[in-house]
């Protein structure tokens, strides 16, 4: 969302480079906060019905920064709720560059697992330690932003999961299973109010994941899915459902996926203070997979990190076996986070 007009960026630019020149930092200081006023001023006016004032500010400020040519600060985000807050740090940070935006969690953790799944190697004398690293790499980005105008994102997002047999020299493979999961999806920012919250955004695309194996150790599958953010304050919600694109029965080599997948799952998050707790719940139409989730922010860019799981469908290859697994470890985001 772009607020300020081109004329008032010109405006803003030859006043920062004349004001730098002179060398007052006071008047630049000054001039900023008489530019802000303004730009907040003729948001207001232009801006759409349903746009917030905190939306209105966080546009600002990225767009006086790129007319000053100085760099984005992090955002005040202290009159935010948790999902604004990263909503409104992820759309400053979509015009800085050399940045990565984070998706999902991005983690490292040292995890002891309980009944490894043996018959998933493929040969009898490799043997799966309990203990192994578990970590996930995740990113998104932008690729046609305000899409006609409206407050709609063509995003694209990559995330990686691992499981990596640390230390085990019995086995052929250290990483055990990683699974590749890219997604094209249609972000719509904002939304009604909704049981005392508001949709903050829901989206609308296609995923695929698979584990890049061959022969009887091949998962994968494509999907139509669909997400909607709920805002409520210090808790956030994410609900997601999808639909299978089917297979011809001769290719497909995971046939009853739904049974420990289901179409959907819930995922809850809870930041009162700098800890945040997550749950998310699996409902396959057989088994279900239950996920449990806390993290404690250290710096800005680092949280201590811990992680249960009991259940199935934890990785593709183990999709059909019951896991359960402890976790600790670091993160460097988590899905929403106070300061």
């Known amino acids: 969302m772009t607020i300020i007009r081109q004329p008032l960026l010109r405006q803003i630019a030859a006043l920062s480079a004349l004001i730098c020149f002179a060398g007052s930092t006071q008047a630049l200081e000054q001039t900023s906060a008489s530019v802000m006023e303004t730009c907040l001023l003729e ?71 309980t009944d490894p799944n043996q018959a998933a190697i493929n040969t009898q004398r490799d043997l799966l330690n309990n203990e192994e690293a578990k970590f996930q790499i995740s990113i998104k980005a932008p690729i046609w932003r305000d899409m006609f105008g409206s407050k709609n994102d063509l995003m694209v997002a990559y995330t990686s999961l691992s499981w990596w047999q640390i230390g085990n020299n019995t086995i052929s493979a250290a990483f055990r299973e990683t699974n590749y999961e890219p997604e094209l999806f249609m972000r719509h920012r904002g939304g009604p109010k909704f049981l005392g919250g508001e949709i903050a955004a829901f989206d609308i695309g296609l995923n695929h994941q698979s584990n890049g194996r061959s022969g009887s150790l091949s998962r994968g599958w494509n999907r139509v899915m669909g997400r909607a953010f709920f805002d409520f304050d210090s808790v956030a919600v994410e609900l997601r459902a999808w639909y299978r694109i089917p297979e011809d029965a001769d290719d497909d080599d995971n046939p009853f996926m739904y049974r420990y997948y289901g179409y959907g799952d819930i995922r809850v998050a809870y930041a009162p203070n700098r800890n945040t707790f997550t749950a998310m719940l699996r409902p396959g139409s057989q088994e279900s997979g239950l996920e449990l989730t806390w993290s404690y922010g250290l710096t800005n860019s680092l949280r201590l990190y811990a992680q249960y799981w009991n259940g199935y469908g934890e990785s593709l290859l183990d999709y059909d076996t019951r896991i359960e697994r402890v976790g600790i470890g670091i993160a460097i985001n988590d899905y929403i986070q106070r300061r």
């Open 43 to 113: 948001g207001i006016t232009t801006a759409e019905a349903d746009t917030t004032a905190a939306e209105i500010r966080t546009a600002c400020e990225a767009d006086i920064a790129v007319a000053t040519n100085t760099p984005i600060g992090e955002p005040d985000d202290s009159y935010l709720t948790p999902l604004q807050a990263r909503a409104a740090a992820e759309e400053m940070n979509y015009d800085r560059l050399f940045a990565i935006t984070a998706f999902k969690t991005n983690y490292f953790t040292a995890s002891y697992m």
